[in-house]
């Protein structure tokens, strides 16, 4: 059983319990907590259930003078509770009027953003992460999605392209015209689209380089997207809607350092620490197509924008790899390990300063469309250019961008496609997110 440490004061508690009380919670000593997790009820009736339990539950321990309270939903089945000692009275009141709100969304069927449910209550949350704690904790309490408790979060990434939404209470939203913030609402909304894939970039500054370049123009039927650094949760839920709804291919793109890598598998699997509130947020589809450590070898990216591996970077890789193999990723392993042997990183920047327009002419078109292309035979990884690091000559270094092009597009008609079909073929480990 998970148990947080947390806080009550007795005082001022009672009156707190007493309001969330108002619609006629069942009272714990008559209740059988054998309902709850009834298989048959609606997943909204049980959540409610729980919360009805919770509330008597604590009441009753206030009541006795309990000098640990303990938030629970069953006297004996509960995977997770917490428990709040006498030294921080906040957040016991904060949680108790945070479950009363998702109890009341849960009730009337309503839906609300984390914002929202903030200015309700602002003088008791002070803070906009207290709420953001608080709902946490509901959700590991609960052992449901933050959506499933249909609390909605104003999430940081953007999109852009040709998808348009229409959103209850907003309108229409032309992502074609405008960046349109990416929000829960988006999961509710229609879509009208010609769209025929997704390309996710790691950072906010590849999306508006991207942009500058004419991507719009270069891909009138693709959709870019970022959620500008670590994925939050909304944006990959409304990622896994378009990969599942409208059956969109989902391409990314990150930095060829471990945190890029890092990246991509908490969109693809979730995240490696598991939480309810994120729970089945992740877009399994999603298809990495670069920055790989090993196109160093295949563009002409100029040396100076190899970066050093940091000690914290060999601890990061270190510890991905075996995550990597669990999951089947052959090809982020090879990746990896060719990282840490070269002791290089390098930022998708680097491939801005081989030409204008060159990521998205011969990074990105190439590799979204041999991803369309028929798998036929399977051939083992072998990289275009044979000399190592240590042996490629300054001259090299000098070669015509229409040389390097040629033999990027070569190779990824070829050898890129087939050793990676192994890898999509392969059962993937389910792992949901936090």
Known sequence: MNENCIVYDESNINESVESQQSANFTDSEDSDDSFINEETLPQKEQAIRKIEFALADINDQIERNEKILILRTSYEKSDFSIRYSSYRKKKLDRDLHCLHQVYDLLENDKKSTKRELFYEHKAIYELQRNLDSSIRSICELLNESRSNLNVLACGRGILRGAITFLVEDVGVIDARVQDV????????????????????????????????????????????????????????????????????????????????????????????????????????????????????????????????????????????????????????????????????????????????????????????RSWKEPMIEQKPYEPIMEQSLNTISPDSQNLEFSIRRDEAEEFFKDSYIDSDSERLIDDVIDNDSD
């Not at 000690?311 to 510890?319: G, L, P, Q």
């Open 181 to 368: 913030l990416i929000t829960d609402s988006l999961l509710f909304s229609d879509q009208v689209s010609e769209a025929e894939f997704v390309l996710v970039v790691e950072k906010d500054t590849t999306f508006q380089k991207l942009i500058d370049e004419k991507f719009q123009t270069m891909f009138p039927r693709g959709i870019l997207v970022t959620s500008k650094g670590y994925p939050d949760i909304s944006t990959r839920n409304v990622l896994k809607m378009l990969s599942e709804k409208r059956k969109l291919p989902i391409y990314g793109l990150f930095d060829a350092d471990p945190h890029g890598i890092e990246i991509y598998l908490t969109y693809k699997y979730g995240a490696a620490k598991e939480t309810a509130e994120g729970r089945g947020a992740f877009v399994s589809s999603i298809q990495w197509i670069g920055l790989f450590p090993t196109d160093f070898k295949r563009f002409f990216i100029d040396p100076s924008q190899c970066l050093p591996l940091l000690r914290s970077d060999f601890v990061k890789i270190e510890n991905m790899i075996p995550r990597s193999i669990q999951l089947g990723e052959c090809l982020v392993t090879r990746e990896l390990d060719w990282m840490i042997q070269n002791a290089f990183k390098l930022e998708l920047e680097s491939i801005n300063m081989c030409g204008p327009e060159y990521m998205g002419k011969y990074l990105i078109a190439p590799r979204v």
